[in-house]
T-cell receptor, first 117, second 111 residues
Framework: DARVTQTPRHKVTEMGQEVTMRCQPILGHNTVFWYRQTMMQGLELLAYFRNRAPLDDSGMPKDRFSAEMPDATLATLKIQPSEPRDSAVYFC???????????????FGDGTRLSIL | GQSLEQPSEVTAVEGAIVQINCTYQTSGFYGLSWYQQHDGGAPTFLSYNGLDGLEETGRFSSFLSRSDSYGYLLLQELQMKDSASYFCAVRLHTGRRALTFGSGTRLQVQP
């Protein structure tokens, strides 16, 4: 079965450090999503791309977060500098979204569990 | 306004039937999706309702009433492995072509 692959699975680092999370979407999927999940806020959409173009990053703190998709097989989410409040599970998901049909199934990766000390 | 609400917790016994409700308020409706997430795992897609009525997939069914802005997920013949969180998701913001997930309903299946 095709899967979304995220690396690293776990990351522990000190505040102020740069964190880079990577995602390999399922081949053929045209849309990539980045989510953050915490107990308090639930599953929040940070950003998403369609055909590698950023469509929306309004859910992302712009001063420290950045999301890119350098090619069709790689999406990255960076935090610089990181802060303890960024501790969360970050999920990448991909899907084949055609037109307005945004309810096409999203396939999630296993997530990156990030702890900022 | 725009909102998405579902109960925080539901408990049921093995073999029983449980219904998880979801109500929404949104301008412009593009359907209701359901996802399952086990503790420590990733969300996985369960079902989608674009039109009114019932969609059935094995032991799981999902229902939508657009006139009532309401849907539910029905789980039958509950098994211990169904213990998980269940999220409904809709497109809440017309300007934002993406899903918003509810806060999730934690289902505990007891023996």
């Amino acid at each position: 079965d095709a899967r979304v692959t995220q690396t690293p699975r776990h990351k522990v680092t000190e505040m102020g450090q740069e964190v880079t999370m990577r995602c390999q979407p399922i081949l053929g999927h045209n849309t990539v999503f980045w989510y953050r999940q915490t107990m308090m806020q639930g599953l929040e959409l940070l950003a998403y791309f369609r055909n590698r173009a950023p469509l929306d990053d309004s859910g992302m703190p712009k001063d420290r977060f950045s999301a890119e998709m350098p090619d069709a097989t790689l999406a990255t989410l960076k935090i610089q500098p990181s802060e303890p409040r960024d501790s969360a599970v970050y999920f990448c998901a991909s899907g084949l979204v055609l037109g307005q049909k945004i309810n096409q199934p999203q396939h999630f990766g296993d997530g990156t569990r990030l702890s900022i000390l | 306004g725009q909102s998405l609400e579902q109960p925080s917790e539901v408990t049921a016994v093995e073999g029983a039937i449980v219904q998880i409700n979801c109500t929404y308020q949104t301008s412009g409706f593009y359907g209701l999706s359901w996802y399952q997430q086990h503790d420590g795992g990733a969300p996985t897609f369960l079902s989608y309702n674009g039109l009114d009525g019932l969609e059935e997939t094995g032991r799981f069914s999902s229902f939508l009433s657009r006139s009532d802005s309401y849907g539910y997920l029905l789980l039958q013949e509950l098994q211990m492995k169904d213990s998980a969180s269940y999220f409904c998701a809709v497109r809440l913001h017309t300007g934002r072509r993406a899903l918003t997930f509810g806060s999730g309903t934690r289902l505990q299946v007891q023996p």
